[in-house]
């Protein structure tokens, strides 16, 4: 058992949308998860690594869509001093459709931090061709460590 289970201050973060989050056409987008459940380290829509360490993230999105034509949207996480970004998600034409529809995705990731580094959750792609929101009830973003370093 590592001290951080022990003594109870184990660093971990679950947060949820404060609501539905309908998307833009911009590029890199943080999606805005700025409700902590459970855990701290949540400062706006970033999460900031409290020691350097090996950190596991998994994140579930609930999308609804109104009827229309297909659209890219591709999401990640945003990670590091450099701000890189891993792409997890690649839906090209996921929102294609005659009705509206939801649909869930869940993705994760292993990530070496250091203290002090931050994560955050990204989209890009989105044409706006169909009208799509990220439904807050069913979206989550959690994260842990998983060994320090």
């Known amino acids: 058992m590592s001290y951080y289970e022990i003594s109870g201050n184990f660093p971990h973060i679950r947060a949820k949308l404060s609501g539905n989050v309908a998307l833009t056409t911009s590029a890199n987008v943080t999606i805005p998860f700025n409700t902590i459940s459970i855990g701290t380290g949540l400062s706006g829509n970033v999460y900031t690594a409290p020691v350097t360490g090996l950190y596991y993230f998994t994140t579930t999105l609930s999308f609804f869509c109104n009827s229309g034509t297909s ?3 591709q999401w990640g996480y945003k990670y590091g ?43 890009t792609g989105f044409s706006n061709a169909s009208p799509v929101s990220i439904i807050a009830d069913g979206s989550y973003f959690h994260g842990f460590l998983v060994s320090r370093f």
């Not at 998600?89 to 929102?95: S, T």
């Not at 005659?98 to 580094?117: A, D, M, P, R, V």
Request: glycine share 4%.
């Open 71 to 73: 659209d890219p949207l």
């Open 81 to 123: 001093p450099s701000n890189n970004i891993i792409y997890m998600g690649d839906d090209v034409n996921q929102f294609t459709t005659s009705t509206s529809y939801w649909y869930n995705s869940n993705f994760s990731l292993n990530l070496k931090l250091n203290q002090g580094e931050t994560v955050s959750l990204v989209y």
